[in-house]
């Protein structure tokens, strides 16, 4: 509380959470980026009136982001045709996780597959994902799906049999 006692305290935030890839600031507080998971963390709280400095309060848990990557994505040869997929990879972070997708460009998410870790059946445009974990930990993950170019149509020539050839029939 103000006067620098613990028996009262005063919550910063109800949680605290982030997805920042750098140092987290918080009301202040400093929490470099690349700082190790654990409890072994401790809020000092240093007033200048009442001159006073305490190290008591309960351990802090800093606990690691989900990180999210593209195990697979197949992109839409027709742009009228839904057969664009999006597969993520999921590591680090504390499971369960959820997901939340979201489209943007011309794609939709089909119905049903907004919670799914993988979507399928997908149109030509931008897919969001936002990733929680059981901590309220996120990371985000944005990605196209492009309407790929079709192979090239091989040119056919026919010889035609010309009047007088020996080799017509």
Do not use: H, M
């Not at 309060?57 to 999006?86: E, F, N």
């Not at 309220?136 to 799906?145: E, F, H, K, M, Q």
């Not at 040119?155 to 010309?162: G, I, K, R, S």
């Amino acid at each position: 509380d103000a006067t620098g006692s613990f028996a009262s305290p005063l919550p910063l935030v109800p949680a605290l959470t982030s997805s920042a890839s750098g140092s987290l600031c918080i009301n202040n507080v400093l929490i470099p980026a690349g700082t190790a998971t654990g409890t072994l963390y401790r809020i000092r709280v240093v007033s200048s009136a009442p001159s006073n400095t305490l190290d008591q309060g309960l351990p802090i848990t800093v606990r690691q982001s989900p990180a999210l990557s593209l195990a697979g994505k197949q992109d839409v040869t027709c742009s009228g045709l839904p057969i664009g997929s999006i597969n993520l990879s999921v590591t680090g972070g504390t499971s369960p996780f959820t997901y939340a997708w979201t489209a943007s460009a011309g794609g939709a998410v089909p119905g049903g597959q907004q919670g799914l870790e993988d979507i399928t059946g997908l149109t030509a445009g931008t897919y969001n994902v936002i990733v929680t974990g059981f901590y309220g930990c996120t990371a985000t993950l944005s990605v196209p799906i492009v309407v790929s170019t079709l192979p090239a149509v091989p040119t056919l020539t026919a010889t035609l049999p010309c009047v007088g050839n020996s080799n017509t029939t």
